[in-house]
């Protein structure tokens, strides 16, 4: 859906802002102020920054569903109405999720819990260190929830404080494990009707006065899209829900340094308080016991609102598995990694993508009518995929159980034998030796280690332990059993090919009987030229080799056997690759990071927020010291420096502590130098060349162009070197170029001209030069989306202005882009803003005058000499006028004020009164 259609922005290009803004304001003359966080408006830079902050607003998405068929299986055995209890059930299992995770965040905020570390090596907790690492591979465990038990039983004692004595009987608890005083204030929840511009920094990535239009146009009509989370209205759609809640931080480092232990402890005590508390039941009675039957953490979900996170990133699976999710979160039925048969790997994805768009409503939330649809998308998709990994997983499970209790895997290589080693195999035994040899070689070759060491880690990891409990054999037992099978069968396919087997006379091979997993791989069309699939039926020879208990065979021969063991293994990997993402394998809800791509790249250092910014400083050094070096003299030369960014070429992958961690292997970023030589003054005509020995780049003569001929002759030629079956590493290019011109410019002309004049110097030619130097760095740093950018829009003040104005008057834009309120002037803006915050009135008009009288504003500019300055407020706590000297520059840099400004009653009904 066209967002101009939905809110104001093609109604700004219809007709005149004033106009249209006028008549909008004639409709709501008045207005409820609107609780929400102020909106952060970032572009792709800063977004990647603020992936290391903690989150201060969350969306809280719900899936109503099991719920709605708990209870409308029980509406049906008690003989009552099934469809309304089930609506009522989807309502209060939303109202008591909402309800619970308040309270929790209350506690934790009021020091009645202590938070619970997310960093077990710099833990002092060493009771919670034990716990954990006893329950670290089981998603319930009774030792965890005991811990906690005792912990919430203080909770709930209103004598116990962070600083009792009786947390010391538990752990060795102290202040330090608690939420400073202070940090927090209001915490707010929000029921998403409609995702609207009151998410407007989902998308956008700056701020122009349509923009704050369309947000002050929100906050009016909020009822549209935002009510409480405790709002019981039946219209409201409980079964697919998005919740917004928001934390008012009031003390930004004590939330950089705690913020990340809040949500997980958060995220600890909501899982157990579910199951073990009775809070539940306060929002409903009728349902709260059957409730805790319910698997929350699978119904849920906390999604980041913005570019923060609500668990610190890390370049590891876990991290990128759970972020894989944005893909499934998009718009659409587009199919996704997550369903293809071959192993998917997702760090090597990020390489592939790179950088890539940010908050310009990528997800498509704007293109449904309601949150809820948007939501159910999202579900639909999860719910999907989910199912598919569980399947696979089970599939995979079951087979290899089945096999490694019935067969050994040098019995299962003795069946193959005599098929491998008939010295006059039919058409179907070549095919069916084929296709063994390939797949076996693909997964299990540690030569050419295509997937070996992948399939090698899977038992080391944590996520598969946890999803391998109803298994009776474990991961690593699986992988044992997989490599002694490899182990027998590569030598006989290592002797068939020397036999050339495959290349008998009217022979081709018949790849139809591929798995799907290596169709993938081989690019082999998994459909014939009609578009319907192709299939195969695996060769019997003689009666199949293991069956069910019922007659249907388990695998009909050695060779069908051994590939299926194959297949179990790849999907084993397939699915350990998204285990975090899908699988039920922690007691904690998911935590992904939906609305920032850069929330990965940045961490596994693929985007560095900063290079253009630091690419501007080097290329202005490097510009001055060639100006000071060759601008005031005559010699026609001149030096172009430039910069590369580091690059990923690939990731090491390294098994710690249960988790996959990737080190990325980095092509230093290099300097790329060009020498250029102006010789218009040698031979009377404006022409230059550019020698670049290490760049291919083609190289901006003049600063002033006119009519221009130019060639340029640049190449980039690059190599791969392999030091090892799973280590190939591209080689850093060798790269030049080679250009020259001629063209009517300035530079030149002025070069000429200073060396016929009798100067020793040549001042034209140093001044362009220098000019060029600063144009360059000037304009990089103009630069929108790799230059760190970020605004603060208080949305109370953006509609407050709105309604004052009629419209978003151009110069409230940077005003409002800083989160203050529109006044004249920046300087105004500021001083109320200090005033308010100061002493908890609101500012209804503020005048500043300048240290030698004059007005600030209204036809007199300020007194420029002097950064001193007065305001005089009108405000709502008392009647008349107050002055506040404070200080400010004329372009509203440099504002300061203390604790000990003195704020005075300038007129009879303010004096005396305290501020």
Known sequence: MNRASVFTRGLVVACTVVLCASAMAAGTAQYSSIDLNNLRVTNRAQCAIDSETPADSAFLILDGFNSGKMTYMLASSLGMDPVAMSADG???????????????MQKLENG?????????????????????????????????????????????????ISKSPEWKKLDTFSSANFLPAKTLGRIGCYYLKRFSPLQGHLQNTGLDQAVLQEMAVAVMEQEKYITTCYDQDPELDSRNAAMQIDLKVLNQDQWKAFGYDYWNSVKIYLSWAWRNSGIPSEMSQRFGIVFKSIALEESMMFIPNGCKSITKPACDNEHISLNSLREIAKAGDKPTEHSNDSPQKPEQGLIEHGARAVNDDFLGTQAYDSASEWVANFRKHFVQNRGLMKTRLATAVQ?????????????????????????????????????????????????????????????????????????????????????????????????????????????????????????????????????????????????????????????????????????????????????????PISSNAASPDVFNPYSELKACKIYDPWFATKRANKRLASDLASTFAFGWNFLPIYMDNDFTPDTVTSFKKLVDGGKLQFDPQIDKGKM???????????????????????????????????????????????????????DVTPQTPKTYSYCGGCSMNFVGIATAASSSAAFGLNPIKFGIYLFRSIHRFITAKKDQVNIPRSYDVNLNYVADAYQRYGEIPKSCVDMLGQGLRCFDDMCGAKAADYFEKRTGGKVTKIHVIGSNGSPAHGGDPFDDNSVSKTAWITSNLCSGQITMPFQCRSNGSGFYATD????????????????
């Open 900 to 915: 000990r400004t003195p704020i005075r009653g300038a007129t009879e009904k303010c004096r005396g009164k305290k501020f």
């Open 672 to 726: 790329q130098m060009a020498v250029v030589a102006d010789l218009g003054p040698l031979v009377g005509a404006p022409c230059a060349i550019s020698i670049a020995p290490n760049s291919a780049k083609k190289f901006d003569f003049y600063a002033f162009k006119g009519i221009s001929v130019n060639y340029c002759n640049a190449k980039n030629d690059g190599e791969v070197h392999a030091t090892g079956p799973n």
């Open 112 to 160: 009645n819990l202590p938070l619970l570390p997310m960093n077990l090596k710099t833990n002092p907790l060493k009771n919670y260190q034990n716990v954990v690492r006893l329950c670290d591979k089981k998603p319930y465990c009774a030792d965890l929830n005991g811990y906690l038990s005792g912990i919430w039983s203080l909770s709930e004692n209103e004598k116990i």
């Open 399 to 583: 087979f290899m159980n089945i096999l490694m209790e019935s067969l050994t895997a040098e019995e299962v290589v003795e069946y193959v034998k005599p098929l491998a080693l008939n010295p006059n195999p039919s058409s179907i035994q070549r095919d069916e030796l084929y296709y063994l040899c390939t797949e076996i070689r693909l997964a299990g070759d540690k030569r050419i280690d295509f997937m070996k060491t992948d399939i090698d880690n899977l038992s080391r990891l944590n996520s598969m332990e946890k999803a391998f409990e109803s298994s009776r054999h474990s991961m690593t037992e699986f992988v044992t059993y997989f490599d002694k099978l490899a182990v027998g069968i590569l030598p006989l396919c290592d002797q068939l090919e020397k036999t050339n087997i495959w290349n008998a006379a009217n022979y081709t091979v018949n790849k139809a009987g591929f798995y799907d997993w290596s169709k993938e791989i081989l690019n082999i069309k998994a459909v014939d030229d009609e578009g319907k699939p192709l299939t195969y039926t695996p060769a019997v020879y003689g009666s199949p080799l293991l069956t069910w208990s019922s007659g249907d065979p388990v695998c009909v021969s050695g060779i069908d056997c051994s590939r299926i063991a194959v297949k179990s293994l790849v999907d084993l990997y397939s699915v350990a690759v998204y285990a975090d993402a899908f699988l």
């Open 90 to 104: 989807m309502k209060e299992f939303r109202l008591a999720v909402s309800h619970l995770t308040l309270k929790i």
